[in-house]
């Protein structure tokens, strides 16, 4: 079977994408759950980005938001190991999220920025649980942090197997 025949929906076990992907969906199969996740996993990672932003930076090293344009790259070359699709779907992702907070700090601010970016992310993660609730298992970085990297490859590749794209 050539690569161009392979079905979208493919799962390999032997790939650590798929195996990572396949548990955490293991965690995820109530539908309202899974629209919890959609919506949240994404607010999620802006607020990391958010308040990574804000912490101050030496002049002599960087500009403000250095922390998370760094831990942005270390993500991304996680992601790049795992899968090139999903990193550039990611990287895509990050970006836009650094530009909105550049945008943010420069308009209104750090502390604008620490309050918003702590105010989502505590919602957000109320909403998980919640969901998680629903859904009767806990989450997944509960028995693994690498979860945290992986909640939002997963969001991604659902949309990119519905698109037809192998990842």
Not at 55 to 77: D, H
Not at 80 to 102: E, F, I, K, N, Q
Request: proline share 7%.
């Amino acid at each position: 079977m050539t690569t161009s025949e392979i079905p979208a929906d493919y799962v390999d076990p032997r790939r650590p994408i798929d195996r990572l992907l396949g548990n955490y969906s293991e965690d995820h199969r109530n539908p309202t759950n899974q629209t919890i996740h959609h919506l949240c996993v994404p607010v999620i990672v802006w607020t990391v980005t958010a308040l990574l932003f804000v912490v101050p930076v030496p002049a002599m090293i960087g500009k403000p938001g250095l922390w998370a344009a760094l831990a942005s790259v270390a993500a991304v070359g996680y992601y790049l190991r795992l899968s090139r699709p999903l990193a550039g779907v990611m990287t895509l992702m990050l970006a836009a999220m650094l530009a909105l907070d550049a945008w943010l700090y420069a308009r209104f601010g750090a502390t604008t920025l620490l309050v918003a970016g702590v105010s989502v992310f505590v919602l957000a993660w109320i909403a998980q649980f919640i969901g998680h609730e629903i859904e009767g298992k806990r989450p997944s970085f509960l028995t693994d942090l690498v979860y945290l990297l992986v909640g939002p490859l997963w969001v991604w590749a659902k949309l990119l197997r519905r698109l037809g794209v192998a990842y």
